[in-house]
């Protein structure tokens, strides 16, 4: 072999080892997993930590639509952020912030309240409609609520809550334990559009509830709640056979 049939081999071989040994690209800001606390992006957040139960586009699940206009227009950020940030007692909602035994930040949360405001608020849709305040000014009367759900309400649900092929039953044991007062309250106002279930205008024809109407009828139902829901239990064939 010629001295520079060898030279060139010896070139080529070195060029592949140099190029074989050159270090990566640099990564970009996209190629860099974040930490769960440094996600910034409200669609990231929303889908890890809320469209289990509301719903993947907000339009509800297992719990109400938080993209309902209706309850972004009665529901302020402070009342939005304390639920997100400490959950809600006596429900399923469970506290998401860091104090709280959560796993995001107060920053996360702020992201999460601005971006449902942003993206899902129409306050325009609303004008000229007085709206019921979230919470209730003044108690509500379980007897007035009777007549006011006959009203508003049997039409779908049964004139006793017990339900039809159009509403499920609203006075079911298991319903009632789940559900707080003010979940309750949220749902005869802004009604759930993912179900069927109109909001507090158009629960009769021509005719909006007034205030006192929703605290009525939110006082009636809760009326029909049980201390212990369930109980007394039904004793088994087993049971009753050992005694």
Same mark, same amino acid.
């Given at each position: ?6 030279? #060139?081999? @010896?070139?080529?071989?070195? &060029? ?7 270090? %990566? ?9 974040? =930490? ?8 990231? @957040?929303? *889908? *890890? ?13 297992? &719990?109400?639509? @938080?993209?309902? $206009? ?27 912030? =860091? ?5 995001? /930040?107060?920053?996360?949360? +702020? ?11 129409? $306050?325009?849709?609303?004008? !000229?409609?007085?709206? $019921?305040?979230? &919470? ?14 006959? /009203? ?11 339900? /039809?092929? =159009? ?13 707080? +007062?003010?979940?309750?309250? /949220?749902?005869?106002?802004? !009604?759930?559009?993912?179900? !069927? *279930? %109109? ?5 009769? %024809?021509? =005719? ?5 109407? #929703?605290?009525?009828? #939110? ?11 369930? *109980? ?12």
């Amino acid at each position: 072999m010629s001295t520079r049939l060898s030279s #060139v081999i @010896l070139c080529v071989a070195a &060029a592949s080892l140099c190029a074989g040994c050159r270090p %990566p690209g640099k990564p970009t800001s996209a190629d860099v997993e974040l =930490k769960p606390e440094e996600v910034r992006d409200f669609a990231a @957040l929303y *889908q *890890q930590n809320c469209a289990g139960c509301h719903g993947r586009d907000g339009q509800g699940n297992t &719990a109400l639509g @938080l993209a309902n $206009p209706v309850y972004l227009a009665i529901a302020s950020d402070d009342t939005i952020r304390h639920a997100t940030a400490s959950g809600v007692r006596g429900s399923l909602m469970p506290a998401f912030q =860091k104090s709280a035994g959560g796993m995001l /930040t107060a920053d996360q949360i +702020d992201i999460l309240v601005r971006g449902m405001r942003e993206r899902w608020a129409k $306050p325009k849709e609303l004008l !000229g409609a007085p709206l $019921p305040p979230y &919470a209730a000014n003044h108690p509500g009367n379980a007897s007035r609520g009777a007549q006011a759900y006959t /009203t508003f309400c049997a039409g779908c649900h049964g004139l006793e809550g017990q339900g /039809t092929p =159009k509403g499920s039953s609203i006075v079911d044991d298991s319903f009632l334990a789940l559900v707080t +007062d003010q979940n309750l309250r /949220t749902t005869v106002i802004a !009604g759930r559009p993912d179900i !069927g *279930q %109109p909001d507090w205008r158009h629960c009769a %024809p021509g =005719k909006a509830m007034t205030p006192q109407e #929703v605290s009525d009828v #939110v006082a009636w139902l809760v009326a029909h709640r049980k201390a212990n829901p369930g *109980q007394p239990y039904a004793r088994s064939e087993a049971s009753q056979s050992n005694n």
